[in-house]
Nanobody, 121 residues
């Protein structure tokens, strides 16, 4: 199974920036899609951004123009650069890996433990 670990959360003032990192590890796998999701207080988890193995990106309307997802294949790491942060961006941010296991020849999904992002007004 692929392990997913996020880092980079914290407290920032409105208008500030943060960069989240997500590193995957494991054996014999290939990433299909990496995604960032978030769960605001008392709300459901929602999609923030995705990055496919082919380099295609997709963003939630609420973060377009402010957030950028990117990847470093050599480091098995995906980043989420968050600029112009707003109080409504406050949430626990989760990284998700959708991957193909070469041995089992099947697709699986793994989640990280989440990292807290708090934006003060």
């Amino acid at each position: 199974q692929v392990q997913v670990v996020e880092s980079g959360g914290g407290l920032v003032q409105a208008g500030g920036s943060l960069r989240l990192s997500c590193t995957t590890s494991g054996n014999t796998f290939r990433i299909n899609v990496m995604g960032w999701y978030r769960q605001p207080p008392r709300k459901q988890r929602e999609l923030v951004a995705t990055l496919t193995s082919g380099g295609n990106t997709n963003y939630a309307d609420s973060v377009k123009g402010r957030f950028t997802i990117s990847g470093d294949n050599a480091k098995n790491t995906v980043y989420l650069q968050m600029n112009s942060l707003k109080p409504e961006d406050t949430a626990v941010y989760y990284c998700n890996a959708d991957y193909r296991d070469y041995i089992q020849q099947a697709d699986f999904n793994s989640w990280g433990q989440g990292t807290q992002v708090t934006v003060s007004s």
